[in-house]
């Protein structure tokens, strides 16, 4: 049974950095997408930033890109979120998701909390 955690959430000023990881178990990944989805207070889920395990292509939202990176630890088989320069925009709930082919985003871990004061 495939498990996603996150962890790494908490408190943090702005400016401040954060980084998140997600523990993949339950299968190989050799041929997932694994990505970074947030929904913050009020708002919906919204797409932050994805990777492809095989071979470490990387996508990430406009609103984070030059700030946050994705990386993938294949002896591990975590995903980190690195996030860098906060802003209280950033303030969510982020989660981590699997996705196998073109199938969609079929896993999901159960969020961890981020909040940036200003």
């Known amino acids: 049974q495939v498990q996603l955690v996150e962890s790494g959430g908490g408190l943090v000023p702005a400016g401040g950095s954060l980084r998140l990881s997600c523990a993949a178990s339950?299968?190989?990944?050799?041929?997932?997408?694994m990505g970074w989805f947030r929904q913050a207070p009020g708002k919906e889920r919204e797409f932050v930033a994805a990777?492809?395990?095989?071979?470490?292509?990387?996508y990430f939202a406009h609103s984070v890109e030059g700030r946050f990176t994705i990386s993938r630890e294949n002896g591990k088989n975590t995903v980190w979120l690195q996030m860098n320069s906060l802003k209280p925009e950033d303030t969510a709930v982020y989660y981590c998701?699997?996705?196998?082919?073109?199938?969609?985003?079929?896993?999901w871990g159960q969020g961890t909390h981020v909040t940036v004061s200003s």
């Open positions: 990777i492809v395990w095989s071979s470490g292509r990387t």
């Open positions: 339950g299968r190989t990944f050799t041929n997932y997408q």
């Open positions: 998701a699997a996705a196998k082919g073109a199938s969609g985003y079929d896993y």
